[in-house]
């Protein structure tokens, strides 16, 4: 089976990295992509966004076409803001329990917000520890289903159905 | 009383949709008898539907320009250390060309027509040694010419 991404911009044109249809890739996936770096790493988003593209350039003739699309450009994503927060802190990274980041509201979508609560959720979420907020926006935001959130991660079943369960709760605290 | 409880474990992924088959039958006949698992549920799918319905952050039009003139940028680099390849490639191929006709040559002029026909051994390894260090010695001046270009073209991007 062949994403629909690659079918509707031709495996060879992207394959052979069409210039275009790069163009067009990016311009498919430019907001969904920039909110999942927006909520897993904001202080980086913008870098970690330019540095996934380029690194879809140079991996793009290993895609293998049967392989979910979404799923291999987040994992791609994923890594690079992984590589980000542990040069930034490592022990953000350990499977949160006493975990806090710095509570980060994006400016940019604050702004959007224009309800209350929706502001509560968002910075509610933004206070959460890295790993709780990437697999709430995977699950919700993505739309993602357990398994391919765990091909995102490269986590088991297990430990996805265990963050989103403790990601869900910490946000309701927060909230409450 | 178990069950309660262990089915009270499951409200916040059967509202995130992310039980099993079984697990999710168990949550459905358990909230059936259980008003208050029903309305905890309830609660959970609220916070559901509202992470689901957040607004999405557009991305910043510069931003998205400068992504893209960057992979542009990647996309030239790379062909053009293509065409270098190619180029090297082809240079290494004249060179040995160049070197065994030089070979050729040079044996006619010492030896006349028969010059190739009689292959003088110390005199063939001689000239031997003498190719491969030249060879060896400007395979190492194109490899660095090639690295030092490269370098520069990765700090580019």
């Known amino acids: ?176 | 009383m178990r069950e309660h409880q262990s089915i009270r474990e499951l409200l916040a992924l059967g509202a995130a949709g992310a039980l099993d088959p079984d697990e999710e039958r168990r949550l459905r006949a358990h909230v059936a008898i259980c008003e208050d698992c029903a309305a905890e549920l309830r609660s959970w799918q609220v916070l559901a539907g509202e992470l689901s319905a957040l607004p999405v952050p557009q991305a910043p039009p510069p931003m998205v320009a400068r992504t893209r003139a960057r992979v542009e940028a990647a996309l030239r680099a790379e062909a053009g250390r293509r065409w270098d390849d190619a180029v090297l490639a082809c240079l290494a191929l004249l060179a040995w060309t160049v070197n065994l006709a030089t070979w050729a040559v040079w044996r006619l002029i010492a030896g006349g027509a028969t010059g190739l026909a009689v292959i003088g051994l110390t005199e063939s390894l001689m000239y031997l040694t003498v190719s491969t260090l030249v060879a060896w010695l400007t395979a190492g001046v194109a490899a660095v010419v090639a690295g030092q270009r490269r370098r520069a073209v990765g700090r580019s991007l």
Do not use: C
């Open chain 1, 1 to 176: 089976m062949i994403t629909e991404a690659v079918m509707e911009f031709g495996e060879a044109r992207l394959r052979s990295r069409d210039p275009d249809a790069l163009g067009e890739l990016i311009a498919r996936y430019q907001h969904r992509l920039y909110r999942y770096l927006l909520r897993l790493a904001p202080e980086a988003a913008e870098d970690l966004f330019q540095q996934t593209w380029l690194r879809v350039v140079e991996s793009i003739r290993h895609y293998d076409p049967r392989r979910d699309f979404d799923s291999w450009l987040f994992a791609i994503a994923h890594n690079l803001a992984i590589d980000h927060l542990r040069r930034r802190a490592p022990a953000s990274l350990d499977e949160p329990g006493e975990d806090r980041l710095a509570a980060h509201a994006p400016d940019a979508l604050e702004r959007l917000l224009a309800e209350e609560r929706r502001a509560a959720v968002v910075s509610a979420m933004s206070e959460l520890p890295s790993l709780y907020r990437e697999t709430l926006s995977l699950r919700f935001e993505e739309d993602m289903k357990l398994e391919e959130i765990a091909e995102v991660v490269g986590a088991p079943l297990a430990t996805v159905k265990s963050r989103l369960r403790r990601g869900l709760e910490a946000l309701r605290r927060k909230i409450q």
